[in-house]
């Protein structure tokens, strides 16, 4: 989605440009920033990466106290530097993350009163409207709250108008926004990771609150006072991320995951989830988007299996246009890595409409969905980079793990003896992961071949097929590789119509109480010439016979942690797959982190 960053400060335009490098990482076409410099707003924009504006900045000795920058991630109108933003209308200057539902309209007024406009986009008729108020002797607050008045749909928005008081102004509607006040400015942004090592002290604006910032001081327009701006720290402040010795964001995520499953396996935060009260549920519903979703996935097979409890499990996008029934005494979990998914959000706030308990499972503590939620729960990966998801994943699995443990102490339907060995099976997760890790090579062989291929099937069983579809996710969308994934029970009720020597078929096989059939389903594989690639236990290899690049051989595992261990191939398949075939693997095309947009 689109990066909005501003800053009144001395030379403004050095946060803002750090501010969009912070912000590359939701991926983009272009960018620009607008600057308040010897009392007029000059604008500058480039397509492509933040290199080409910078190329651009070179030639412009740009000094001023406001500015405003933008990553564009296009939605309406083709990625150029017309669309780019900021959009200026005369003295005013804009940034917008979001979508105006009714532009069109908007336009068309605009034009009848003599407006010209360059770009295709929604995103312009906002200065224009702010403009034409401004002409209609309004001050500037007026005239910005006259002109959202008049916007339908989701917008963050940041506002520099060149009049008396040159100010920065922000506001939102549906969409993510931040301001802090530091020691030496003030700012505004899409989400606390673009503020930099000046912004200590952090606010979440709520929807239509129209903030002014100039550098000594931000106010609530219109607000009682100031009081009403309740500061929290940062804790996103000046972490600033980089990739190490690791090639890419993702790849580095990758190995992380080691560390991370180590710290959550000796942090005991299961004495966080028993302040859920599982016993008296009646059902649980798990909502959520992507890869969020595969873990949803995951959840509902374990806590149905250890702790007898009802799983519903919905896309977010689908959830409340189905009008889902929400009994009593349920529990709704909206799980989001950057807690800003606007499907999800929106489910959120649906499932709240209809009174059920809603928990946040995110990766972002401040932001939109764990404050909206009645409760929220951290999955502490760290800031997650790479646009392909891969740490929270499974960082997710392993919250999810421990939530369906503390659900089976307090529901008792499993024995104590099971439960202490499920929590045991838990233990052995940094060192099994780092063991495959270790081994990384043997995957590397295997995507040099498997690359070679447009299409490529996925198949799995039981908990181990929301795996095969996050292993078809991951591949598609960091090599480009059309890949889907079937529970492999299904392959012979259509798919298999597909296999042939040019349809690959990679199969989870694990050695449990499903692998007899699961050597059917790859019999079926075998027996139409289709290329076979496996990921599985040693069991399998006695039965199938494949070249040493296409079969890898799991560890023994523990059935109950099988999911979160299997995904660590699928992961590195694609990492590999990706960088063979050259492609951008932090920032794949068309994707974006933060899917702020329905
Ligand atoms: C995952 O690799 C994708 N980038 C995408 O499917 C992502 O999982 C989805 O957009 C949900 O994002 P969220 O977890 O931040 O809500």
Same mark, same amino acid.
Not at 334 to 358: C, H, I, M, P
Not at 537 to 553: A, C, G, P
């Given at each position: 989605?689109?990066?909005?960053?501003?800053?009144?400060?001395?030379?403004?335009? /050095?946060?803002?440009?750090?501010?969009?490098?912070?912000?590359?990482?939701?991926?983009?076409?272009?960018?620009?920033?607008?600057?308040?410099?010897?009392?007029?707003?000059?604008?500058?924009?480039?397509?492509?990466?933040?290199?080409?504006?910078?190329?651009?900045?070179?030639?412009?000795?740009?000094?001023?106290?406001?500015?405003?920058?933008?990553?564009?991630?296009?939605?309406?109108?083709?990625?150029?530097?017309?669309?780019?933003?900021?959009?200026?209308?005369?003295?005013?200057?804009?940034?917008?993350?979001?979508?105006?539902?009714?532009?069109? #309209?908007?336009?068309?007024?605009?034009?009848?009163?003599?407006?010209?406009?360059?770009?295709?986009?929604?995103?312009?008729?906002?200065?224009?409207?702010?403009?034409? @108020?401004?002409?209609?002797?309004?001050?500037?607050?007026?005239?910005?709250?006259?002109?959202?008045?008049?916007?339908?749909?989701?917008?963050?928005?940041?506002?520099?108008?060149?009049?008396?008081?040159?100010?920065?102004? &922000?506001?939102? #509607?549906?969409?993510? =926004?931040?301001?802090?006040?530091?020691?030496?400015?003030? @700012?505004?942004?899409?989400?606390?990771?673009? =503020?930099?090592?000046? %912004?200590?002290?952090?606010?979440?604006?709520?929807?239509?609150?129209?903030?002014?910032?100039?550098?000594?001081?931000?106010? =609530?327009?219109?607000?009682?006072?100031?009081?009403?701006?309740?500061?929290?720290?940062?804790?996103?402040?000046?972490?600033?991320?980089?990739?190490? *010795?690791?090639?890419?964001?993702?790849?580095?995520?990758?190995?992380?995951?080691? $560390?991370?499953?180590?710290?959550?396996?000796?942090?005991?935060?299961?004495?966080?989830?028993?302040?859920?009260?599982?016993?008296?549920? /009646?059902?649980?519903?798990?909502?959520?988007?992507?890869?969020?979703?595969?873990?949803?996935?995951?959840?509902?097979?374990?806590?149905?299996?250890?702790?007898?409890?009802?799983?519903?499990?919905?896309?977010?996008?689908?959830?409340?246009?189905?009008?889902?029934?929400? *009994?009593?005494?349920?529990?709704?979990?909206?799980?989001?890595?950057?807690?800003?998914?606007?499907? *999800? =959000?929106? &489910?959120?706030?649906?499932?709240?409409?209809?009174?059920?308990?809603?928990?946040?499972?995110?990766?972002?503590?401040?932001?939109?969905?764990?404050?909206?939620?009645?409760?929220?729960?951290?999955?502490?990966?760290?800031?997650?980079?790479?646009?392909?998801?891969?740490?929270?994943?499974?960082?997710?699995?392993?919250?999810?793990?421990?939530?369906?443990?503390?659900?089976?102490?307090?529901?008792?339907?499993?024995?104590?003896?099971?439960?202490?060995?499920?929590?045991?099976?838990?233990?052995?997760?940094?060192?099994?992961?780092?063991?495959?890790?270790?081994?990384?090579?043997?995957?590397?062989?295997?995507?040099?071949?498997?690359?070679? @291929?447009?299409?490529?099937?996925?198949?799995?069983?039981?908990?181990?097929?929301?795996?095969?579809?996050?292993?078809?996710?991951?591949?598609?969308?960091?090599?480009?590789?059309?890949?889907?994934?079937?529970?492999?029970?299904?392959?012979?009720?259509?798919?298999?119509?597909?296999?042939?020597?040019?349809?690959?078929?990679?199969?989870?096989?694990?050695?449990?109480?499903?692998?007899?059939?699961?050597?059917?389903?790859?019999?079926?594989?075998?027996?139409?010439?289709?290329?076979?690639?496996?990921?599985? $236990?040693?069991?399998?290899?006695?039965?199938?016979?494949?070249?040493?690049?296409?079969?890898?051989?799991?560890?023994?595992?523990?059935?109950?942690?099988?999911?979160?261990?299997?995904?660590?191939?699928?992961?590195?398949?694609?990492?590999?797959?990706?960088?063979?075939?050259?492609?951008?693997?932090?920032?794949?095309?068309?994707?974006?982190? %933060?899917?702020?947009?329905?």
């Amino acid at each position: 989605m689109c990066g909005i960053i501003g800053a009144v400060a001395k030379s403004a335009i /050095t946060p803002v440009l750090e501010g969009l490098a912070r912000l590359e990482y939701r991926g983009y076409d272009s960018s620009g920033i607008s600057i308040l410099a010897n009392n007029e707003i000059k604008t500058i924009k480039a397509q492509g990466t933040l290199s080409n504006l910078k190329q651009r900045l070179l030639s412009q000795a740009l000094e001023g106290d406001c500015c405003i920058g933008h990553t564009r991630w296009a939605t309406h109108g083709r990625a150029n530097v017309t669309n780019a933003h900021p959009h200026q209308c005369g003295q005013v200057s804009v940034v917008h993350n979001g979508i105006i539902e009714n532009y069109l #309209q908007l336009k068309q007024k605009l034009i009848q009163w003599g407006h010209h406009f360059n770009s295709s986009t929604d995103s312009e008729v906002i200065p224009h409207l702010i403009n034409h @108020y401004l002409s209609q002797q309004m001050t500037q607050e007026q005239a910005i709250k006259k002109a959202i008045a008049q916007l339908k749909g989701s917008y963050a928005l940041g506002v520099l108008i060149n009049g008396v008081s040159n100010n920065l102004y &922000a506001i939102k #509607q549906g969409s993510p =926004l931040v301001i802090s006040q530091g020691n030496e400015g003030a @700012y505004m942004a899409s989400d606390a990771m673009a =503020l930099g090592a000046d %912004s200590g002290k952090i606010y979440y604006p709520k929807d239509n609150e129209l903030i002014k910032l100039n550098s000594h001081e931000i106010t =609530l327009c219109g607000g009682a006072n100031n009081n009403e701006i309740h500061y929290i720290n940062n804790k996103h402040c000046a972490k600033l991320v980089s990739k190490g *010795t690791r090639s890419s964001f993702m790849e580095k995520e990758i190995f992380e995951q080691v $560390d991370l499953l180590k710290r959550l396996s000796v942090n005991n935060h299961t004495s966080e989830y028993s302040t859920i009260n599982f016993k008296d549920l /009646t059902k649980i519903t798990i909502i959520a988007c992507g890869t969020s979703y595969y873990a949803a996935s995951v959840a509902k097979a374990w806590f149905e299996k250890y702790a007898n409890i009802l799983v519903e499990i919905d896309i977010a996008s689908e959830y409340r246009y189905r009008s889902p029934i929400v *009994t009593n005494n349920e529990l709704a979990i909206f799980v989001s890595q950057s807690g800003e998914t606007a499907d *999800t =959000l929106a &489910a959120l706030r649906y499932a709240k409409s209809k009174k059920a308990q809603t928990l946040a499972l995110v990766n972002v503590v401040n932001s939109t969905i764990a404050r909206e939620a009645n409760f929220t729960f951290e999955i502490y990966a760290g800031p997650e980079i790479g646009v392909a998801s891969t740490k929270a994943f499974s960082c997710q699995l392993a919250i999810f793990y421990k939530m369906a443990l503390e659900a089976a102490k307090q529901r008792a339907f499993i024995e104590k003896a099971e439960l202490t060995q499920l929590a045991l099976n838990f233990a052995q997760l940094p060192d099994t992961i780092e063991k495959v890790l270790q081994r990384c090579a043997e995957i590397k062989s295997m995507a040099k071949k498997l690359c070679k @291929y447009s299409n490529i099937l996925f198949l799995g069983r039981g908990a181990l097929t929301p795996i095969a579809q996050e292993g078809a996710l991951k591949l598609k969308e960091i090599s480009y590789i059309h890949a889907e994934a079937y529970a492999a029970g299904e392959l012979k009720h259509g798919p298999i119509a597909l296999l042939d020597e040019h349809m690959p078929v990679l199969v989870i096989a694990p050695k449990n109480a499903l692998t007899d059939k699961l050597l059917s389903n790859i019999q079926e594989v075998q027996a139409r010439n289709a290329p076979l690639f496996i990921i599985g $236990d040693k069991y399998i290899r006695e039965h199938i016979h494949l070249q040493e690049d296409q079969f890898f051989e799991l560890p023994a595992i523990p059935e109950s942690i099988l999911p979160i261990i299997s995904v660590i191939p699928m992961q590195l398949l694609a990492l590999y797959s990706a960088q063979i075939l050259g492609k951008n693997v932090d920032q794949p095309r068309n994707l974006a982190k %933060s899917v702020t947009v329905e």
